[in-house]
């Protein structure tokens, strides 16, 4: 294992990924009916979080969103064998910015 040299910026040569796959369903006990897969990335080596770039912030069951400070990625995913319109539904939310 290399040491870090503080006097210089990480390279960022090893990532930590974390994916928690959620089961969504309209209440407690209910049917499924989505899955959304969250996803988060850090350094390996200084532990610095990664930032999900071009993607509103929000949960959309529609399309993929982040976390208000862009380091948690939410993508809406489905079975394979399931119809186009599976999950779509599901109620969300998304956040825009107002310049």
Known sequence: MTTANPDLPCPHEGFDVLVEVTRLTAHDGGPV????????????????????????????????????????LRAPLRPASSDPDFGLGIPGFAIRAVR
């Open 33 to 72: 009916t989505g899955f959304s897969a969250s996803i988060t990335a850090a350094c390996a080596q200084c532990g610095e979080k990664f930032r999900w770039i071009g993607v509103p912030a929000g949960l959309l069951a529609n399309r993929p969103c982040c976390s208000v400070d862009e380091t948690e």
